[in-house]
């Protein structure tokens, strides 16, 4: 059974690695939100001052533009493309929210087991001076 550890071992080494994996990507993904979330309140920048300055600045676009995917794109299918984009975010921050508990649960058990080993040590300490004292007398 000597070698039951060492897989055990392998197998946590293995769990850190993915559980690391999965933090660094929910960071990435956070920080290309941000990213996104300026470039939309730049665009909503320009957009404003061209609209007051020129109505007709857009009406040059052609209508094979990327911008509308095809001729006929309709509110409700943008409304349909925006509320999925809002359940991204609202999944990105369930997700953000169970690592953090995931991660406060992990520190309370790491916390738990340093104190069971100071204690484990203080007794041990104890016990030997009490061996110690008994060998004395």
């Known amino acids: 059974m000597k070698g039951r550890p060492k897989e055990e071992a392998e197998a946590g ?5 993915l559980a690391s994996s999965i933090a660094d990507q929910l960071v990435e993904a956070k920080a290309e939100l941000v990213k ?10 320009k957009v ?15 209508v094979d533009h990327p911008m509308f995917g095809r001729e006929t794109v309709t ?3 943008l409304n349909e493309f925006y509320k999925a984009s809002e359940g991204y975010v609202a999944l990105l921050k369930q997700l953000n929210i169970q690592l953090l508990k995931c991660l406060a ?4 058990m790491l916390q738990t087991l340093a104190k069971a080993r100071f204690i484990a040590r203080q007794s041990v300490r104890v016990s030997d001076s009490v061996d110690l004292l008994l060998k004395h007398k």
């Open 13 to 17: 080494s293995e769990n850190d690695e």
């Open 36 to 45: 996104l979330g300026r470039k939309v309140f730049q665009l909503s920048s």
């Open 48 to 62: 404003a001052s061209v609209q007051r300055n020129d109505g007709d600045y857009f009406a040059e676009i052609p």
């Open 75 to 77: 509110e409700t299918e």
């Open 105 to 108: 649960s992990s520190k309370v």
